[in-house]
Nanobody
């Protein structure tokens, strides 16, 4: 099973950019990766996903055009570039992995990191 550690969160102002990183250890080959987020009092929601092979990506409508997911399989890393950040992007951001397909559903992912917090001030 893969172990995941997120980093790169912080406090930024509206309109700023941040890049989140997810470092994977253990077996990384074949894993499809995703980023999810959870704000206080809300359910965890899908942000972006990327497949192991070919690099097929998917985004939630609320981040499409502002966020970009990428991966470096040689370094066992997954990234989430977040641009034009808004206060509503404030949340804990989680990296997740699963072997089967490029999914957008929380329940499809079986490996999770501990999260990194992003705060966007207005």
């Amino acid at each position: 099973q893969v172990q995941l550690v997120e980093s790169g969160g912080g406090l930024v102002q509206t309109g700023a950019s941040l890049r989140l990183s997810c470092a994977a250890s253990g077996i990384f080959d074949g894993y499809n990766m995703g980023w999810f987020r959870q704000a206080p009092g809300k359910e965890r929601e899908f942000v972006a996903a990327i497949s192991w092979a070919v690099g097929v990506t998917a985004y939630s409508d609320v981040v499409k055009g502002r966020f970009s997911i990428s991966r470096d399989n040689a370094k066992n890393m997954v990234y989430l570039q977040m641009n034009s950040l808004k206060p509503e992007d404030t949340a804990f951001y989680y990296c997740a992995a699963q072997l089967y397909y490029c999914s957008t559903y929380v329940s499809d992912f079986d490996s999770w990191g501990q999260g990194t917090h992003v705060t966007v001030s207005s």
